[in-house]
């Protein structure tokens, strides 16, 4: 996202995560209300662009079934300053189901020991 004059370039690949076909769905202001915690998404935001920091979290989306989205951002400087954000997002949710249930799968594994001790 170009800051200065606010445009927003978006893939195809990018549209489909959100489940849109208009890239300003993808504009700060309209993506924070797609995840659970919005405003974790707004204040790291506001630290890529007055703190030049960068992001790489995932976010839980409001989605049903939830979703997982990899969301890794930096900052692009022009003489000193943020004038564009690059970012990029991934669907991480079968991964993460996936580790969700091997953890669960061990916990019931270890209960399951303990009970025959």
């Known amino acids: 996202m170009n800051l200065y004059d606010g445009s927003i370039l978006t893939t195809t690949g990018a549209l489909n995560i959100f489940n849109t076909d208009d890239s300003q769905d993808l504009i700060p202001s309209k993506i924070i209300h797609k995840f659970k915690n919005g405003n974790k998404f ?11 920091n960068t992001l790489d979290e995932i976010f839980k989306t409001k989605d049903t079934p ?6 890794v951002v930096k900052p692009v400087l022009k003489s000193g300053k ?3 954000v690059l ?3 991934q ?12 953890r669960l799968f061990k916990e019931i594994i270890d209960i399951d020991k303990s009970n025959d001790l």
């Open 82 to 84: 943020v004038y564009k």
């Open 87 to 89: 970012g990029v997002c």
């Open 66 to 71: 939830l979703r997982y989205i990899r969301a």
């Open 42 to 52: 707004t204040s790291l935001l506001g630290q890529i662009i007055r703190k030049v």
């Open 91 to 102: 669907d991480v949710s079968e991964p993460i189901v996936k580790e969700k249930s091997l």
